[in-house]
């Protein structure tokens, strides 16, 4: 009897097959004879087999082979040329270029917690955070210093560069090159762990990266004959040096500079505090000029306080607000004096988070704002904003000086599953809010930074 002729069927959304062809499962098919769709499941069901047996072979744990599974309903009616979609795996976690997982750890949706959703966008901050166990041959000194870093014990970017510098000094000195080994080599291999651990304390800024780059190179100029003792001497008389001609002197130039700037019965406006600003106004009283200060102050660190302190010991007269109060006196002020933490080749100053704001409130009421600012700050980068690089200032009690009408623990900011404080370190003063830079090096415009290096006669 001869068999029964076979009739063409037509999938919903598929190309037509015998019956007979249709019946066999795709496993036992080859792949010419496999839909497109089909042959894109097989593929992915083998690379998630091969990922299982290699994850399983690495826990030492045996695994029978995978069994063939039919393709789910949904991809026979795929339309034609669609990818296919992968088989989710209930006990393995996907990974990264469709590896899987069955053990690791779970994504940052999964460890986070609930409140931390809302201000992941600034998770790139740098966190202050205590210092990790010490990894490597680390100098005693750079643990301590470590340690004052990220309590914010030691804060400004000349008094970070100075401690680094004085604690390398240290470092430096107590060194012993290993046998076959130059001190111009090795020198550099038993640094680099001493500053990535302070950079795991608290990101380098660019006063130390500017620093620490100048000491690399006089380290790989060091003349391989020389004696190891004299070396070492040589290095700390460069450090001395960098730090009279670059901080010291550089702030008694800027002080010399500014102070000229200042005219009797001038009301001087300052924000937070700048070691430099504060220098310029005890230079100016001590010439016999008479001024007032508007000392600006702003949460949670409130640097302003030392300044008022010292200034107000000094005899200066001095009136003393908090940042939100700025519109009611900057009618009155003559001159905006401000540090800054860095300078960039575009000419936006990077400071004290508050800056930004007393410097366009100034613009808007026709003040002039004078930045004090050393060359060693400069950076040759472009920085348009605060949020691609910025820091987190420490967390504090923000009722520690605030009338209560309710009970302390009524009001303490800590613990709280709903609530996320956020203390942006440093803002960014685009240059059209800044009237002049004083450096060392004379006064400079701010469209005109990028020739800094080429006052000082060699890059930076």
Known sequence: ?????????????????????????????????????????????????????????????????????????????????????????????????????????????????????????????????????????????????????????????????????????????????????????????????????????????????????????????????LPEQDAKDVLCQKIDNYIRDRIIIADQVIEETAANKIKDGDVILTFARSSVVQKVLLGAMEEGRQFSVVVVDSRPMLEGKRLLSVLASAGIQCTYILLPALGSVISEVSLVLVGAHSIHANGAVYSRAGTALVAMMAKQHSVPVVVCCETYKYSDTVQL??????????????????????????????????????????DLTPPSSITAVVTEVGVIPPNSISSIPIALGRLL
């Not at 007979?20 to 769709?37: C, D, F, I, L, Y």
């Not at 083998?46 to 069994?67: F, L, S």
């Not at 301590?144 to 510098?165: D, V």
């Not at 038993?190 to 130390?208: E, F, G």
């Open 1 to 225: 009897m001869a068999p029964a002729p076979t009739l063409p069927v037509q999938p919903p959304n598929g190309p037509t097959l015998p019956v007979a062809e249709s019946s066999v499962p795709p496993q036992q098919r080859s792949q010419k004879q496999m839909t497109k769709a089909e042959r894109r499941e097989l593929q992915e069901r083998q690379r998630a087999a091969k990922a299982d047996a290699k994850a399983n072979g690495a826990n030492g744990q045996a695994k029978q082979p995978p069994k063939s599974v039919p393709p789910p309903l949904a991809a026979t009616s795929r339309k034609p040329g669609r990818p296919a979609e992968p088989t989710p795996k209930p006990p393995a976690t996907p990974g990264l270029k469709g590896q899987s997982h069955t053990r690791g750890a779970p994504s940052i949706a999964e460890t986070g917690p609930p409140n931390a959703r809302g201000l992941r966008i600034f998770s790139h901050f740098g966190l202050p955070k205590p210092v990790s166990v010490a990894k490597g041959d680390i100098h005693p000194i750079i643990l301590r210093l470590a340690l004052q870093f990220s309590n914010f014990k030691i804060t400004g970017a000349n008094a970070r560069c100075i401690a680094t510098l004085t604690a390398f000094k240290t470092v430096i000195q107590e060194y012993v090159t290993p046998p076959n080994n130059t001190l111009s080599r090795h020198l550099m291999t038993h640094l680099n762990p001493q500053i990535s651990h302070l950079v795991a304390a608290r990101p380098m800024s660019v006063t130390m990266g500017n620093a620490i780059r100048q000491l690399k190179l006089e380290i790989s100029r060091m003349d391989i004959d």
């Open 385 to 426: 904003d605060s949020f691609t690089k910025n820091e987190l200032a420490p967390a504090t009690d923000n009722f520690s000086s605030f009338p209560l009408g309710k009970s302390r623990d009524a009001l303490l900011t800590q613990n709280q599953i709903n609530l996320e404080i956020l203390n942006p370190l440093y």
